[in-house]
């Protein structure tokens, strides 16, 4: 047996290491409980205060695009070279005021530049004292439509008569574009050049210097043109990338040409204004962000095409071409600068803001700004001269380039349509495009006019579609910017409606022809016999209240006018042959109304052998 302070030893000590372990479980205990206990409770209360609990949706297609959006930016190829333009700018002009001040000198010097190979539209006087008049691509001596009225009067004089000329750069592909008589067939969709060395009055003068070599295509240049009065048989050859139109009939004007030694004529500066616009445009995208790059790019381009590349027409036969392109540009400017900064502030911002690729943005975004403002150049492989329904069912291949391009812009507008799916805008771009396809096809149920989208329409549709930053976004926007700049700086803001005469131009009215069948033709001997002739041309039964008369063409020159009113016979006596004349006669009718010669029949022929023959009906 132990004491009592054993015992009490021994029995604290048992007490003390039943409490300890009492202690120990129930902290373990304890332990466990909490944590299965407080565990779901406080799950639980979470779940109940603060947010819904998260359920796991099945992956679909979402109309409004995924949550969240995916808001694209570009991110650079090698960012170090791409940023070491803007770094270097910074390092050499590290405050604003430097900037500033750098950016007004650099566009003064751009500017300079950009005035100083101007000076060849300044006056310059010929060999003789005259000044040297400018030509525009498609002027003529005969003008088109028969509009220099019975027997050529009112394009006469017909010989004794010289002008010293110049002719600007890129005539060589411009063509007619509605259907001209020359002899039995109707030329269309190509330069009116008719001849070889001696061309025919109504042949566009700088396409025939061209032809004559006396003028290049790529930096037109000076010459003298004379009138030589009648000439027969006009030979079609080819020569400096021409084919000219041959005609084998008499004509009562024509003209030579000569080089003009005396006149110094500068070259078209469109090559070198083109290599001063690129390099001050691209170095502007290269340093500067979008703020101050935008509306620098857009009037040195705009100005380029109004000045350079594509300007308006001049006044006819004008000695300096500058007035007429300042005052088309100062007319233009204002309201393109407008749709300028609506335009920035739609879409352009969103797609350069914040771009840190400075290169790619050069090359794509400029590159395609220089495409479409040149499309002059460019697109001129187009066979689609003009987006209306009589151009697309007449020109050759028309149909399928318009196939062709629209195949292409859906592609295009799925891609797209696509990106605004990813960045949740596609309902708001959708309702925008659902108010512009409304707009247009209340333009269509107008009365009494057509529809006609121009390059500057076409821009304006599409651009709100390129508010993104992607690389197709960077070449879309660019190339439709450069078309708006084209369009607008070119042709000005052409409206949207226009009536089927300004649509015409000098194409067909699409009036009623008279049946050459009708014509009653007698062939008889001339008074001095032999080869002359005497052909009859005899419309009684073509007499109607709803024309006023009747138009004979001969050749192409309008030789006689009928009126149904008076009671004379409606006969006309047209003498062929005699002499060395073994050329054969193109006849052609057309009724009057109010004044105006309609829609000439195809051409009936009176050949050399003295018979008659008349060609099927079409419009010319």
Same mark, same amino acid.
């Given at each position: 047996?132990? *004491?009592?302070?054993?015992?009490?030893?021994?029995?604290?000590?048992?007490?003390?290491?039943?409490?300890?372990?009492?202690?120990?479980?129930?902290?373990?205990?304890?332990?466990?409980?909490?944590?299965?206990?407080?565990?779901?409770? $406080?799950?639980?209360?979470?779940?109940?205060?603060?947010?819904?609990?998260?359920?796991?949706?099945?992956?679909?297609?979402?109309?409004?695009?995924?949550?969240?959006?995916?808001?694209?930016?570009?991110?650079? $190829?090698?960012?170090?070279?791409?940023?070491?333009?803007?770094?270097?700018?910074?390092?050499?002009?590290?405050?604003?005021?430097?900037?500033?001040?750098?950016?007004?000198?650099?566009?003064?010097?751009?500017?300079?530049?950009?005035?100083?190979? &101007?000076?060849?539209?300044?006056?310059?006087?010929?060999?003789?004292?005259?000044?040297?008049?400018?030509?525009?691509?498609?002027? *003529?001596?005969?003008?088109?439509?028969?509009?220099?009225?019975?027997?050529?009067?009112?394009?006469?004089?017909?010989?004794?008569?010289?002008?010293?000329?110049?002719?600007?750069?890129?005539?060589?592909?411009?063509?007619?574009?509605?259907?001209?008589?020359?002899?039995?067939?109707?030329?269309?969709?190509?330069?009116?050049?008719?001849?070889?060395?001696?061309?025919?009055?109504?042949?566009?003068?700088?396409?025939?210097?061209?032809?004559?070599?006396?003028?290049?295509?790529?930096?037109?240049?000076?010459?003298?043109?004379?009138?030589?009065?009648?000439?027969?048989?006009?030979?079609?050859?080819?020569?400096?990338?021409?084919?000219?139109?041959?005609?084998?009939?008499?004509?009562?004007?024509?003209? *030579?040409?000569?080089?003009?030694?005396?006149?110094?004529?500068?070259?078209?500066?469109?090559?070198?204004?083109?290599?001063?616009?690129?390099?001050?445009?691209?170095?502007?995208?290269?340093?500067?962000?979008?703020?101050?790059?935008?509306?620098?790019?857009?009037?040195?381009?705009?100005?380029?095409?109004?000045?350079?590349?594509?300007?308006?027409?001049?006044?006819?036969?004008?000695?300096?071409?500058?007035?007429?392109?300042?005052? /088309?540009?100062?007319?233009?400017?204002?309201?393109?600068?407008?749709?300028?900064?609506?335009?920035?502030?739609?879409?352009?911002?969103?797609?350069?803001?914040?771009?840190?690729?400075?290169?790619?943005?050069?090359?794509?975004?400029?590159?395609?700004?220089?495409?479409?403002?040149?499309?002059?150049?460019?697109?001129?492989?187009?066979?689609?001269?003009?987006? *209306?329904?009589?151009?697309?069912?007449?020109?050759?291949?028309?149909?399928?380039? &318009?196939?062709?391009?629209?195949?292409?812009?859906?592609?295009?507008? #799925?891609?797209?349509?696509?990106?605004? $799916?990813?960045?949740?805008?596609?309902?708001?771009?959708?309702?925008?495009?659902?108010?512009?396809?409304?707009? #247009?096809?209340?333009?269509?149920?107008?009365?009494?006019?057509?529809?006609?989208?121009?390059?500057?329409?076409?821009?304006?549709?599409?651009?709100?579609?390129?508010?993104?930053?992607?690389?197709?976004?960077?070449?879309?926007?660019?190339?439709?910017?450069?078309?708006?700049?084209?369009?607008?700086?070119?042709?000005?803001?052409?409206?949207?409606?226009?009536?089927?005469? /300004?649509?015409?131009?000098?194409?067909?009215?699409?009036?009623?022809?008279?049946?050459?069948?009708?014509?009653?033709?007698?062939?008889?001997?001339?008074?001095?016999?032999?080869?002359?002739?005497?052909?009859?041309?005899?419309?009684?039964?073509?007499?109607?209240?709803?024309?006023?008369?009747?138009?004979?063409?001969?050749?192409?020159?309008?030789?006689?006018?009928?009126?149904?009113?008076?009671?004379?016979?409606?006969?006309?006596?047209?003498?062929?042959?005699?002499?060395?004349?073994?050329?054969?006669?193109?006849?052609?009718?057309?009724?009057?109304?109010?004044?105006?010669?309609?829609?000439?029949?195809?051409?009936?022929?009176?050949?050399?052998?003295?018979?008659?023959?008349?060609?099927?009906?079409?419009?010319?």
């Amino acid at each position: 047996m132990g *004491t009592r302070d054993d015992h009490a030893a021994e029995y604290g000590a048992r007490e003390s290491d039943a409490v300890a372990s009492r202690i120990d479980e129930e902290a373990q205990l304890l332990q466990v409980d909490e944590l299965d206990y407080e565990e779901p409770d $406080w799950s639980h209360h979470r779940r109940r205060t603060t947010r819904p609990p998260l359920v796991k949706k099945k992956k679909g297609f979402r109309f409004s695009g995924p949550h969240p959006p995916k808001i694209q930016k570009i991110r650079p $190829w090698f960012p170090s070279v791409q940023q070491a333009p803007c770094q270097l700018l910074e390092r050499v002009c590290p405050e604003n005021w430097q900037k500033t001040v750098l950016f007004v000198v650099f566009v003064l010097v751009w500017l300079g530049a950009f005035v100083a190979p &101007l000076r060849w539209a300044l006056p310059v006087k010929a060999g003789d004292g005259d000044l040297v008049v400018n030509l525009d691509c498609i002027d *003529t001596f005969w003008r088109r439509k028969n509009l220099c009225g019975l027997d050529g009067i009112d394009c006469r004089p017909f010989s004794n008569f010289s002008l010293a000329f110049r002719c600007p750069a890129n005539c060589a592909g411009v063509k007619v574009l509605n259907p001209h008589a020359v002899g039995p067939q109707n030329v269309n969709y190509r330069p009116l050049v008719i001849g070889d060395g001696t061309y025919r009055g109504d042949s566009f003068i700088c396409g025939a210097a061209i032809h004559a070599g006396i003028v290049s295509d790529s930096a037109g240049g000076c010459g003298r043109v004379s009138l030589v009065g009648e000439h027969a048989d006009f030979p079609s050859t080819e020569a400096s990338g021409i084919e000219s139109i041959g005609f084998d009939a008499p004509f009562p004007l024509a003209f *030579t040409f000569s080089k003009e030694a005396a006149v110094s004529c500068s070259r078209d500066p469109r090559d070198l204004s083109l290599g001063v616009s690129v390099f001050f445009t691209s170095a502007l995208s290269i340093f500067m962000t979008a703020t101050w790059q935008f509306f620098p790019i857009f009037t040195g381009i705009f100005a380029h095409v109004g000045f350079v590349s594509d300007p308006p027409g001049a006044s006819f036969h004008s000695t300096s071409v500058l007035p007429d392109h300042l005052s /088309a540009f100062a007319g233009r400017f204002l309201p393109a600068a407008f749709c300028a900064v609506v335009l920035y502030l739609v879409c352009v911002r969103r797609t350069l803001d914040g771009l840190a690729a400075q290169l790619e943005k050069t090359a794509l975004w400029l590159g395609g700004f220089w495409f479409g403002a040149l499309s002059n150049y460019t697109l001129d492989w187009i066979p689609i001269q003009r987006l *209306t329904a009589h151009d697309l069912e007449q020109q050759p291949g028309a149909k399928a380039a &318009l196939a062709a391009i629209l195949t292409l812009l859906l592609l295009v507008v #799925l891609q797209q349509a696509r990106s605004f $799916w990813l960045e949740g805008r596609l309902p708001r771009m959708l309702a925008l495009y659902g108010l512009l396809l409304a707009g #247009l096809l209340l333009c269509l149920a107008a009365p009494g006019v057509r529809l006609r989208i121009h390059h500057y329409v076409l821009a304006l549709l599409l651009l709100p579609g390129t508010a993104l930053q992607t690389r197709p976004s960077l070449l879309y926007q660019g190339l439709l910017l450069g078309l708006f700049a084209n369009g607008v700086a070119r042709w000005g803001f052409a409206p949207l409606l226009q009536t089927p005469a /300004a649509l015409r131009g000098d194409g067909a009215y699409g009036a009623p022809l008279p049946s050459v069948a009708d014509v009653a033709v007698s062939v008889s001997a001339g008074p001095a016999g032999g080869a002359r002739a005497v052909v009859g041309f005899d419309w009684s039964r073509l007499v109607s209240p709803a024309f006023d008369g009747l138009s004979v063409l001969v050749n192409d020159v309008e030789r006689h006018r009928d009126v149904f009113a008076d009671t004379a016979g409606h006969v006309f006596n047209y003498t062929k042959g005699g002499g060395g004349d073994s050329y054969n006669a193109y006849v052609r009718f057309a009724y009057i109304k109010d004044g105006l010669a309609l829609d000439y029949t195809e051409a009936g022929t009176f050949y050399a052998n003295g018979t008659w023959g008349d060609g099927t009906r079409i419009r010319t």
